[in-house]
């Protein structure tokens, strides 16, 4: 799942040990697994955010056990991590607890021009090319590979196809129609779509990429184009029409609202398709976020986890060992990992092409969506230059200002952010 966003509610803290960092309680730990009571020199710190899927937690350990076996010299402590992984993470590698290993999501440069990761390119070794340039893309920075990606996560469109067919509504494939639908299934008891809890969710970002627009391009913040000030001011139509859930008890990224028929649409993600899959059986489809008019295109917006070495750690050589055994060597085992607790696509081709459930029904129609309409955030966008467009966004649609002056006073502060990242 996409890394920025706080995972509390959604996650669940699942036990154990607490590890503090600078005061703050970080998450739960498992004992080293594999080899701390019988010789091994070196002892691994692996973090992990706190996957809402039951059994991810146990996977993790499990790897790490069969990682052990394999290297008894080297044993591996997994700390998982609930409540807002970025922040606890970004605190504690200015410390000398961070991690050796640990994993980010959405990838941002400033990791590799603050030194705090390591470039990974003798990891890949031969098998870069088996990885989605994409996926390669978001990790390189002046050249070098600084992370390797584990899993893609697309999101998408959930709609119930009964719910629309009772109501004589067409699945919506433009942002009117989106609109349209919304308004005409929302009623005394139930609204017609759910995009988040603050009504903006993933929706401001979708709206640019939605008007052929960019979040960043070329080290330059493009959200307050006039394009973009367009798409976004028009979220604020559905918030007009009352047609957006607000306040869920759990936010987009969990199908609850959508398998509960709360919602007739949510925007969430394919990770969520097992689960809808077991409420629903087949009474679903799924949609990219609509084109906003004849000149833009629909979107599959892109996340996902990556997996850094933390170059200022004391075992810098065991952590890419273990990062090159599971994530280059252990085919099966990444295959599990994005097969088995809620769907993810592999980001490696050859790993991609052997993951069978992936491959049929609408699972495959979410990968070939995702495929034509992939859009991802770029890797100069991180919490600080997001902040403040979320922000902007928020008083847009509830009609707290003007729009054009929102998001350039919000780009004016994304700006500075990317040129600190960039370190100009």
């Known amino acids: 799942m996409s890394g920025q966003r706080t995972q509390l509610s959604r996650r669940g803290f699942l036990g154990g040990s607490l590890l503090l960092v600078a005061g703050t309680a970080i998450g739960c730990t498992t004992s080293p697994v594999g080899g701390s009571s019988s010789g091994a020199k070196t002892t691994l710190n692996v973090w992990s955010h706190a996957y809402g899927e039951a059994g991810t937690q146990q996977a993790l350990t499990r790897y790490a056990t069969a990682f052990t076996k394999a290297h008894p010299d080297i044993a591996v402590k997994i700390t998982w991590v609930p409540g807002d992984y970025t922040a606890k993470l970004n605190a504690s590698l200015l410390t000398g607890a961070a991690p050796d290993v640990f994993e980010h999501g959405d990838f941002t440069q400033g990791l590799a021009r603050r030194g705090q990761v390591a470039a990974l390119d003798d990891v890949y070794g031969s098998t870069k090319d088996d990885f989605n340039q994409g996926d390669r893309d978001l990790v390189t920075v002046d050249g070098k590979l600084y992370g390797i990606k584990t899993l893609d996560d697309p999101q998408m469109l959930y709609y119930r196809k009964s719910v629309l067919t009772k109501a004589g509504i067409t699945p919506p494939t433009t942002f009117d129609a989106l609109v349209a639908a919304a308004r005409a299934l929302t009623t005394k008891k139930n609204k017609g779509l759910f995009i988040g809890n603050d009504g903006v969710g993933e929706a401001a970002a979708l709206a640019v990429f939605s008007r052929h627009g960019k979040l960043v391009a070329d080290g330059k913040v493009d959200f307050a ?17 009352k047609s957006l859930l607000l306040g869920f008890t759990t936010d987009w990224w969990d199908p609850s609202a959508f398998t509960q028929d709360v919602v007739p649409m949510q925007w969430c993600g394919l990770w969520a398709m097992p689960a809808i899959q077991d409420a629903l059986g087949d009474d679903f489809g799924i949609l990219p976020w ?58 490696r081709k050859s790993v991609a092409a052997t993951a069978g459930k992936l491959r049929k029904g609408t699972a495959k129609e979410a990968v070939d969506l995702a495929a ?7 890797n100069t966008w991180d919490s600080a230059s997001g902040t403040p467009f979320v922000a902007a966004a928020a008083k847009i649609v509830t009609g707290q200002g003007d729009p054009a002056a929102l998001l350039a006073a919000a780009a004016e502060q994304a700006q500075a952010a990317v040129d600190k990242q960039l370190s100009r």
């Open 225 to 241: 184009l006039p394009r973009a000030v367009e798409a976004v001011s028009a979220l604020k139509r559905p918030h007009d029409d």
């Open 372 to 378: 034509k309409y992939a859009t991802s955030n770029p």
């Open 290 to 347: 609509p084109a906003f008019d004849t000149a833009g295109t629909p979107v599959v917006r892109v996340g996902g986890w990556t997996n850094c070495v933390n170059a200022k750690g004391r075992n810098v050589d065991a952590a890419k060992k273990f990062v090159q055994w599971l994530w280059i060597e252990q085919t099966a085992l990444q295959r599990d990992w994005n097969e088995s607790y809620g769907f993810h696509v592999p980001p």
